[in-house]
């Protein structure tokens, strides 16, 4: 270790001396819109190296897709549509549903893990919009959810999946689960600031997802329920979700269920970023 | 001048709990002001609200003129905050760290690596600029995360007990830093659990208990009322503790500390030399003592002598920094 000579700051020959007129003439009274972009990219960049440096946050990204896709296709397939090839265009869309929710719920956890170490406290200290340090993580967390919906239509395909959207359709799906990857996760988010810790974080969070992902139609056909759950399996925003990803990556086409799968996106961040920032507040 | 802190009837409560119960501060310009106090006496969470970390719930607090509960945002462009454990991120090296700090605050990615670089060298720690964090020991963190509090060079920096728990050495260098920071025309508000460290860098010092604040003044001013040394005895199991306590106010002429369940005894002297006055009474007494030492005033002492009660339910091994070496008596 290197020892500091004393009165190492007086011989820096760069040294300006510190004028607390100038600097208090220079404060602004808060943080622009530019501000909130380009910080919010920093605290992105920021967890984009925390992810590569902890390669095991990964492992739900790529082994989940990876295993359920097999899993399910091999153990459901013949009871449910007769056989595994008839059966791939119903569950891959659902498969990356499901991975790009759990995908979320873990920024929910994440996120309180990190809000318990001390470097938030500094980002708390620091002239700073409050939203950065939630949006940051989120940005980051699309590296994910394209790895997560991208791994799972690889995986369909190699095993026999062939999507009649072509390569249009499949990334359309893809931007579409990222996109819906990314607006619920404002959910776990919240919850994120709100828990005591990270494993009430977990443990509410699964409580939300699976019943959203498994009463859905993501991996049954609908007309297979009784009829009090499959109203509210035709309402839940999951399904949505996974028909437009089967409308558009087995057909091309943009249906309708996009535009209810965008709405709902756009109600969970209307409610749930808000209540993020005053959860996070709560905190200081 | 404006005064850097002006803060009146600050007031923080945490349910029944008065955390900071009505603190008035004045710190001037270019000081270094001392905020002294066991643990749990309310300094962190005052510094948390001149901060804008805690929300302030009853008085007022202007820092160079500029109100803290109004104008938050302009606050934390005029702080840098250095808070007890390191707040640097562990998955991001030293440089990554500054730079980051650098360019959340607005500085171009040319100046926030210029800044790290100036820093990292200021501190010490070039060599370690590319290691993460999770390498580092205790004083180089320290270091860092003071350095990351100085990147846009505010005025006014805030230190959290910096060097609890640093050795001998780092401390040391700690101050020299400190002392470098005021040099550059900041003004520095720092707690301590420390005599010796507000003794060692304040020019002023606030006392504070239970939320309260209880003595004000220089390092000089309440050591005097302390007395300069403590002669520090355990008393054998078979002395007469009554004995003792007149043969001490008989010989130094102050009352001693005596804490009558394990017979160890305190005793403030106005020099050290008056110690081998107290041992010999005891030998003509035959008071007999099984281990002895001198010790600088400690906070205990400082408490008790400003608060009537001594610190040792809040926080009992924090207190003596023992100068003399412990003698073993037969």
Known sequence: ?284 | MTAAIDAVGLVKTFGQLRAVDGIDLEVRQGEIFGVLGPNGAGKTTMLKMLATLLTIDAGQARVFGVDVAREPHRIRQLLGVTGQYASVDEDLTATENLWLFGRLQGLSSADARASAERLLGQFGLEDAANKPISQFSGGMRRRLDLAASLITRPPLIFLDEPTTGLDPRTRGQMWDTIRGLVAEGRTVLLTTQYLDEADQLADRIVVIDHGRKVAEGTPDELKTSVGNSTLQMQLAPEADQELARQVVRRVAGTEPVLTQESGRMNVPLDSADHAADVLIAFRQAGVSISSVSVAQPTLDEVFLSITGHDTAEANEAESAETVGVAVEVQ
Request: proline share 6%.
């Open chain 1, 1 to 284: 270790m290197t020892t500091i000579t004393s009165d190492p700051i007086i011989r820096d020959p760069m040294v300006q001396v510190v004028d607390p007129v100038a600097a208090v003439a220079r404060t602004r009274p808060r943080t622009t819109p530019a501000e909130i972009v380009s910080q919010t990219l920093f605290m992105a960049w920021r967890a984009l190296k925390k992810m590569r440096r902890n390669p095991e946050q990964f492992f739900d990204v790529t082994l989940q897709p990876l295993l359920f896709t097999a899993m399910f296709a091999y153990v459901f397939g013949g009871a449910i549509s007769g056989n595994v090839q008839a059966y791939l265009p119903l569950m891959i869309p659902g498969i990356v549903a499901q991975t790009v929710l759990t995908t979320c719920m873990s920024s929910g956890v994440q996120l309180r893990e990190d809000m318990d170490k001390g470097v938030f406290d500094r980002f708390k200290a620091l002239p700073m919009a409050r939203i950065a340090p939630l949006a940051g993580p989120m940005v980051a967390d699309l590296v994910r959810y394209l790895i997560a919906a991208g791994l799972t239509f690889a995986m369909g395909v190699a095993i026999g999946y062939r999507p009649g959207g072509g390569v249009l359709g499949v990334l359309g799906a893809i931007a579409l689960a990222m996109f819906t990857g990314w607006s619920m996760a404002w959910i776990f988010t919240f919850l994120g600031t709100i828990a005591r810790n990270a494993r009430t974080v977990q443990g509410l969070s699964m409580l939300f997802l699976f019943p959203l992902t498994f009463l859905s139609n993501a991996f049954v056909p609908v007309r297979s329920l009784p009829s009090g759950l499959a109203t509210f399996v035709k309402m839940n925003p999951v399904s949505h979700l996974v028909s437009a990803t089967r409308d558009l990556a087995n057909s091309g086409t943009i249906s309708g269920e996009v535009g209810w799968t965008l709405l709902a996106c756009l109600v969970v961040i209307a409610i749930c970023a808000p209540l993020s920032v005053w959860g996070y507040r709560r905190h200081l």
